[in-house]
Each structure stands twice: as structure tokens, then as C-alpha cells.
């Protein structure tokens, strides 16, 4: 099959124009990742022997794998027996969990070095058995599995404003590993005071903190982009949910760069 552009969500159909041929294409291929004799496992091989040859020519010092997540419907296909109850009895369809090294030089895809997918039967995954589990309390397991493919760079983990949990920083940081996560709006302790992040932007505002690093497209606009830096730590203890009741972590300062 012909590889689709970086960006494209998958593979594209033969160029030849012939009705026939592509469909003999898309039968053969249908087949090929259909046999139980092809784990997930061995699909997702050549996809880090891709990775670990195009880190080594990446020249940022590290490279960023992006975790997330999504909702696979399809309504009306109710022959699909295998469909995983989501949010409620009736969201139901697949949970799909992608981890996708991306070039720090060029902000393009590399490829997907690791997924998961939640079905009724449980979570079919490339790395072997996994135990079905919130989105968040996936990330750890894929971190720690990240270290055995050899990509020849660090590697900074990317997560959006769905991991934004304190317990999750302080396990992620004691285990040794590099994120980077949107987060919220919270109280932290910034030069020995208790301010939230939004007083710590404002400040760095006033004080001219913020450096401009170029021009950048937002909604296909060219925006100019700044960026400021600042130390801070997370005092607060951590809460977890536990079947609707919550439960409070000991505390423990961490330290927490805010862009």
C-alpha cells in the first residue's frame, strides 16, 4: 500500500486509478491484519525501528511522545459485539489510547510507537496484555515501557489538561521521567509566597519576563508567540477519586516548571 502524507490519518489506496486493483489491495490488506497469527505486538515493530532510525537525526536533544486519547462510535453497526461501555450505558463504542513520537525540530508525527484499544472483552494492545484502566492511570505503564525501545533520545513526555493531576506529576517525577502537561489555573508556592499560576503570569508580565521566539500559526494565522519561564512548587496535597469518595495523598513538594 502507498504511505498517505505525515499528517494524513492513514494509509491511502493504491494510485493507479484501477477499481479492481485497489479493492484486491484493501482485500489482501484486510486479511493480512486480520490473521491471528499477526499480533499486535509484531505490527507495532517496524514503526520503532522507524522511530529509532529518525531520532537519530533529530537535532533537538530529545523527543516529544504525545499521549491521547479517543472515542471510536459506530453507531448503527450492531453487529459489532465487542462495543466498550465509555461514559454511561448508552456511550458505548471503542477507547483508543495513542502514544505518537513526534520530531521536536519540525513538530511533525514520526509515528505511533504504542495503542491500546478498549473493547468490551478488555484492551487489545501492542504491548502485550494491559489491565484496563483510567486514561491518566494508563500513562505510567507506556513511560516506563518507553525506556526498552532505545530511541537514542530523552524522551518528554506531552499530555493535554486531561492529566493535570498532582498525584500523577509526583509519581511520574519519582519514577524519573519528563512531561510536559497544560494544566490549570492552581495554587502554587512561587519566591516563598502561596500565589496561583495566573499571579506568577502576571507578574512576569509586568517584569518583562516574556522573550518573543518567532512567528507561529494559530487558527492559519501567523501569530507572534512569547514565552516566559518560572520555578514553582506544588505544595498541595493530592486528591483522588475512589468510587465517589476521595481520597488525600500525603504531601509532597514537587517541583513544577510553568510556561
Known amino acids: 500500500m502507498r504511505v498517505a502524507s505525515p499528517l494524513a490519518a492513514g494509509v491511502s ?16 490488506t484486510w486479511r493480512f491484519l486480520n490473521n491471528d497469527r ?3 505486538g509484531e505490527l507495532v515493530v517496524p514503526l520503532q525501528d522507524f522511530a529509532r532510525t529518525a531520532c537519530t537525526s533529530i537535532s533537538a536533544p530529545f523527543v516529544l511522545l504525545a499521549h491521547d486519547w479517543s472515542k471510536l462510535s459506530y453507531p448503527g453497526h450492531k453487529s459489532r459485539e465487542d462495543l466498550a461501555e465509555l461514559s454511561s450505558s448508552s456511550d458505548v463504542g ?6 505518537l513520537a513526534i520530531n521536536p525540530d519540525d513538530g511533525l508525527p514520526i509515528a505511533p510507537l504504542e495503542m491500546h484499544l478498549k473493547t468490551a472483552a478488555g484492551m487489545l494492545s501492542t504491548r502485550g496484555k494491559v ?43 519519582e519514577a524519573g ?3 510536559l502537561v497544560r494544566g490549570d489555573d492552581r495554587r ?13 503570569r502576571r ?13 507561529v500559526l494559530h487558527n492559519n494565522r501567523p501569530v507572534d508567540m512569547e514565552i516566559s519561564e518560572a520555578e514553582v512548587t506544588l505544595y498541595r496535597p493530592a486528591r483522588k477519586s475512589v468510587k465517589r469518595s476521595e481520597r488525600m495523598s500525603p504531601e509532597f513538594r514537587c517541583p513544577y516548571v510553568w510556561c
Not at 508580565?205 to 512567528?215: A, E, I, L, N, R
Open 177 to 179: 521521567h519528563k512531561f
Open 94 to 99: 471503542y477507547d483508543l489510547a495513542c502514544a
Open 188 to 200: 502554587v508556592l512561587y519566591q516563598d509566597k502561596k500565589v496561583k499560576l495566573s499571579d506568577v
Open 13 to 28: 489506496g493504491l494510485p493507479d486509478g484501477n477499481l479492481k486493483t485497489s479493492f484486491a489491495a484493501t482485500q489482501a
Open 38 to 40: 499477526v499480533t499486535f
Open 131 to 173: 489491565e484496563v484502566a483510567g486514561h491518566t492511570d494508563q500513562v505510567m505503564a507506556t513511560m516506563n515501557a518507553s525506556a526498552s525501545w532505545n530511541l537514542d533520545k530523552p524522551i518528554v513526555h506531552v499530555i493535554d489538561r486531561e492529566a493535570d493531576s498532582v498525584g500523577h506529576y509526583r509519581d511520574w517525577t
Open 203 to 215: 507578574q512576569l508580565q509586568d517584569q518583562g519576563g516574556f522573550q518573543s521566539v518567532g512567528t
